[in-house]
């Protein structure tokens, strides 16, 4: 199985669950609807990255709006 790097949270996620690779390092295993992958990330790092990126996006649309108010 292929460990990526990165991962954000999405609709097709069902859950995910932290285990040791075969190095003994922690990474998070995640489950979606069709597949599961194996990131290269814990789970705290995982949820925390996921929530900058839906932070991120919130900040732009939020510009967006005060743009086309005024």
Request: proline fraction near 1%; hydrophobic fraction near 40%.
């Amino acid at each position: 199985m292929i460990i990526e790097k990165h991962y954000i949270i999405n609709q097709h996620m069902m859950y995910m669950i932290g285990q040791y690779d075969r190095f003994g390092k922690f990474c998070t295993k995640v489950t979606e609807v069709f597949e599961t992958k194996i990131v290269d990330k814990s789970p705290l790092e995982i949820l925390d990255d996921s929530i900058k990126c839906i932070a991120m996006i919130i900040n732009t649309i939020y510009k967006k709006l005060q743009e086309q108010m005024h």
